[in-house]
């Protein structure tokens, strides 16, 4: 992307409007190498450093193998860093917790639960009364627009509604980030545009933060406020886009000038990189 554009979209907004800034995710210079000491280790990612702001959606673009899933992983608390430091609201990040929850690619559901008895699963660490967590499962139900699917199983339904289960399954310890690995990477075209939107609009309405994980440009820049791309393996904070388009988003803001501009500058810089990793 052209400097000039990108110093311009890097303006922050101001304003009554303007976002809070408390930060909520501080990455700072975080490196991983996987097999240290080994004959090949793989420098995953090198010297990242990064701000997250509290109800902030930051979407992870970049191309495959650069680290996206592990920078992901280690804010989880699946992975540790190799080097660097990673705090949650100011305190170091050292295993998973129910303040962050993923959605992963593949569902990840339990196949032997109901979709009802998945969401619910997610509320059992809360020690909620059984009653209190059938109400709130139903409730997030509905937010993902699943009513009258409780009773399935995950292999009476498509990936699109499996998909929707695991996002209201993330959601049920309310946690304070959510964060999405690849989530709608298994689907076919339609149903991820349509998911796409939901989840604009249930990050809007929950107001969570969201680390979101993409290949895709489009949808990087359709769902975040703030687009974070990656460079080749070893990864790194690249560059950075802010995204100036109100929410909700609608899916008319996708033939918005600033937006079609922008996945093509995007695109242009990163074709590149997509086609020596092909
Ligand atoms: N457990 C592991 N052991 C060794 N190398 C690994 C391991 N996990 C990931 N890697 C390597 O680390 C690099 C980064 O992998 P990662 O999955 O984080 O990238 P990514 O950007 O999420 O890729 P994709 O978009 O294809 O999912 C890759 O070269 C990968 O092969």
């Not at 990656?230 to 560059?239: A, D, I, K, L, T």
Request: with cysteine.
């Amino acid at each position: 992307m052209a400097a000039a554009a990108r110093t311009a979209l890097l303006t922050p907004p101001a304003g009554p409007d303007a976002e809070p800034t408390e930060t909520q995710i501080d990455i700072r210079n975080v490196g991983k190498v996987y097999g240290a000491g080994s004959d090949h280790p793989v420098i995953a990612l090198d010297g990242v450093t990064l701000s997250i702001r509290r109800g902030e959606f930051v979407s992870l673009l970049g191309p495959s193998g650069c680290g996206k899933s592990t920078l992901l992983n280690i804010i989880a608390g699946f992975q540790s860093a190799s080097s660097g430091q990673l705090l949650q609201n100011g305190r170091p990040i050292v295993k998973p917790d129910p303040s962050r929850t993923v959605v992963f690619q593949d569902y990840a559901l339990f196949g032997w639960m109901t979709v009802q008895q998945n969401v619910e699963f997610g509320l059992k660490a809360k020690g909620l009364p059984k009653a209190r967590r059938a109400e709130i499962a139903r409730g997030l139900i509905d937010t993902v627009r699943l009513t009258g699917f409780e009773d399935k199983f995950p292999h009476q339904i498509s990936g699109g509604m499996k998909q929707r289960a695991a996002i209201a399954r993330a959601l049920a310890p309310d946690p304070d980030i959510l964060l999405m690995d690849e989530p709608f990477g298994a689907l076919d075209a339609q149903t991820r545009v349509l998911l796409q939107e939901e989840i604009a609009r249930i990050s809007s309405e929950t107001k969570k933060t969201v680390v979101f994980v993409t290949h895709g440009i489009d949808e990087a820049v359709f769902l975040a406020d703030r687009v974070v791309v990656m460079s080749p393996r070893p990864g790194r904070v690249r560059e950075e886009v802010l995204v100036p388009l109100p929410r909700p988003r609608t899916a008319e803001m996708r033939s918005d000038p600033w937006f079609v501009s922008t996945v093509n500058a995007l695109w242009e810089t990163l074709k590149p990189e997509w086609q020596k990793g092909e």
